[in-house]
């Protein structure tokens, strides 16, 4: 039988793994509130990816979820279970660290073999185990390389084998990339997910980095100072912030000067937008939140390249490929950002005069401070 | 070229440390075996070379000699080990690094503090008469400081704290996350330490009491204060020698004496080294 076949069984509704419920967790740390009243849900085989400033408490979750640390509220939950007061080695679930945390004196297959060995498996089965994990990894035929003979990548490789070879409940990823070289982190990115979708198990990953969270995750929790801003999948995440600071956190957002002139309607760069969510008083001056992609630029005249709304003067061209993100500077000393295909971006040199074109799409406000 | 002088600059450099080493430790080794494989006629002065000053060595009261000195040196370093590591274990576990740091610059000063002035603390503590002697002879009656029992106490004085500098750098080097790996692979804590913590410590226990044993092995002053040389020791038998205090002329046979603690303490220092390498490749990868 072979390792993945006997992960977890799928049950009637076709999803493997279980759910997994974080509710209301609070942790201090002296005057440090790092969680504050914390809530997440996750769905059997979802992956979810915590996202969030340094310091927003997400390490402190997936420590509590992992056993490594108990809330001074709150509960976490399996399948409804409560396993808030299990200890860490009682609680099935597999981690894979930051630094890797492999264990230096034994060799990968080792590493691997080391949770079915407290298990009392056979040795000819951990063996048999390992090789059969190491090559699910790309690690096939290095299970005698011990950890110093292997790089960043590989190490981490080793250590999500030897998370997954005690058929974890519930897989707990703590930034497992963030200590690899972009090329490495690009392809072992894509693996953890084919490998998290082969075995269809319930994972929570934690990282700072926005595009790793929105490429694999099922749905984003962004967190902000110990709570939940918002848990979402990615496309809505990005396209409908639910808070500010949503919106600001991920992805990049300009923030366009505008007043409101109507009920749910905004004025900005001389054009009326509908507004989607929360809307201040006719008359309130506020920012305007515009992804770089929603906004489009046009010819401008040289003479009012300085004066009239929504008007300004290429400061900058950053080519990214098939976009080029134009820098530009409006009249009042705002900046904004433009995202144009390359070919119609090369329109508006350095220096030229434009006008911004928001797309006319709702768009959320904030009230300026 | 920019190489070779790179090169060349580096081995200029520890060039003086070389010279020294050749000096002080080097042309000693050479003079200790050269003596101790040849003999002079005390009448008509001549040297030949020969084993006889080895063979004595290991004859007769030098044996005993030898064999008080490994029976000691074991003693104190067993009981030094497993205090030390214990010692070492909680300061690792400490979280006041100016406690740490005083704790290290402590150790670094007493594990250097044997000898004359050693013996006399303990002397003039619990010396042959008086309350703390009465307290230890309640326990144990025949307890002396001028025995073997009394020397095996004194040692563990300066070898605790070698023992402590030479485990403290491993157990700060244990991270925290493998303790956590292994709970979370459904370990307990004795499984960590049996399996992950142990096994990764270990070689740098066994250096630990490797250098303790050698260290009280080569020990001399503390001994002969406290004993005046009436427990067999080698260090103490080789003074004795030299000085002219059994036989005079025996200079020879107190090289040789001399050489079998250098092939001790050599052997000591070849099993020492890996283990430290092999504890060095593991905690800092």
């Not at chain 2, 740098?204 to 009280?216: M, Y």
Request: aromatic share 8%; charged share 15%; with cysteine.
């Amino acid at each position: 039988m072979s390792v993945i076949a006997s992960a977890p069984a799928q049950d009637a509704a076709g999803t493997r793994g279980v759910s997994l419920e974080l509710s209301g967790l609070h942790r201090s740390f002296g005057a440090t509130h790092a969680l504050a009243g914390f809530d997440l849900a996750l769905a059997p085989g979802e992956l979810v990816a915590m996202l969030g400033p340094s310091g927003c408490g997400k390490t402190t979750a997936l420590r509590i979820v992992a056993g490594f640390d108990r809330p001074d509220l709150g509960a976490v939950s399996l399948d409804g279970v409560d396993l808030t007061p299990l200890p860490a080695n009682k609680r099935d679930m597999g981690m894979v660290f930051q630094s890797y945390s492999l264990f230096p004196h034994l060799t990968a297959g080792q590493n691997v073999g080391y949770g079915p060995r407290l298990r009392k498996v056979s040795a000819a089965e951990r063996d048999r185990q390992a090789e059969e994990l190491l090559e699910l990894v790309g690690m096939a035929g290095m299970a005698g390389r011990y950890p110093h003979q292997l790089s960043g990548g590989q190490q981490q490789r080793v250590a999500l084998a030897r998370a997954l070879a005690v058929r974890p409940k519930v897989l707990l990823l703590d930034e497992p990339l963030s200590a690899l070289d972009a090329k490495v982190r690009l392809q072992l990115r894509d693996e953890i997910r084919r490998i998290q979708q082969e075995f269809g198990i319930t994972t929570l990953f934690v990282t700072h980095d926005q595009e790793e969270a929105l490429s694999m995750a099922d749905r984003v929790a962004v967190m902000r100072a110990g709570k939940l801003e918002q848990c979402a999948a990615p496309a809505e995440l990005y396209d409908r912030p639910a808070t500010a600071f949503v919106a600001q956190f991920v992805g990049t957002m300009n923030h366009l000067p505008g007043q409101v002139v109507g009920a749910a309607k905004v004025r900005v760069a001389d054009r009326e937008l509908p507004v989607d969510g929360a809307c201040p008083a006719e008359g309130t001056e506020v920012n305007v939140l515009l992804r770089p992609e929603s906004l489009d630029l046009e010819p401008a005249a040289e003479a009012s390249a300085a004066g009239r709304p929504g008007e300004g003067q290429v400061m900058l061209a950053t080519f990214l490929g098939a976009t080029t993100r134009l820098t530009v500077r409006l009249g009042d000393g705002t900046e904004a950002k433009a995202d144009l295909p390359s070919h119609r971006a090369v329109e508006f040199p350095v220096g030229s005069a434009v006008r911004l074109a928001p797309a006319p799409r709702p768009v959320l406000v904030v009230e300026r401070g | 070229m920019t190489r070779l002088f790179t090169k060349l600059g580096a081995w200029g450099a520890v060039l003086p440390l070389l010279g020294y080493c050749a000096i002080a430790l080097g042309f000693p080794v050479w003079a200790i075996l050269w003596e101790g494989l040849h003999q002079t006629n005390p009448t008509t002065q001549q040297t030949t070379v020969t084993f006889a000053n080895l063979t004595a060595s290991w004859h007769g009261i030098y044996l005993t000699g030898l064999l008080t000195s490994l029976r000691l040196s074991l003693l104190s370093s067993v009981i030094s080990a497993v205090v030390g590591l214990f010692a070492a274990y909680a300061i690792s576990q400490s979280r006041g690094r100016y406690f740490k740091q005083a704790v290290l610059t402590a150790s670094g000063v007493l594990a250097n503090f044997g000898g004359i002035p050693l013996a006399f603390c303990f002397i003039a503590t619990i010396g042959t008469g008086g309350v703390f002697l009465s307290w230890i002879q309640n326990v144990w009656p025949s307890f002396s400081l001028e025995t073997f029992s009394g020397v095996a106490l004194v040692y563990p004085y300066f070898l605790v704290p070698l023992m402590v500098l030479t485990t403290l750098p491993a157990l700060d080097g244990l991270r925290e996350q493998w303790k956590e790996a292994s709970a979370n692979l459904g370990g307990t804590s004795r499984q960590y330490w049996r399996h992950v913590g142990g096994p990764l410590l270990l070689p740098a226990a066994l250096g630990g009491f490797v250098l303790c044993f050698g260290s009280a092995f080569a020990a001399y002053a503390t001994a002969k204060a406290l004993t005046s040389g009436t427990v067999p020791l080698v260090t103490t038998q080789i003074a004795n020698i030299l000085s002219g205090n059994v036989i005079a002329g025996e200079d020879n046979l107190g090289m040789a004496l001399a050489f079998n603690t250098i092939i001790i303490c050599g052997l000591m220092m070849a099993v020492y080294l890996p283990l430290r390498k092999r504890s060095a490749k593991w905690l800092e990868s």
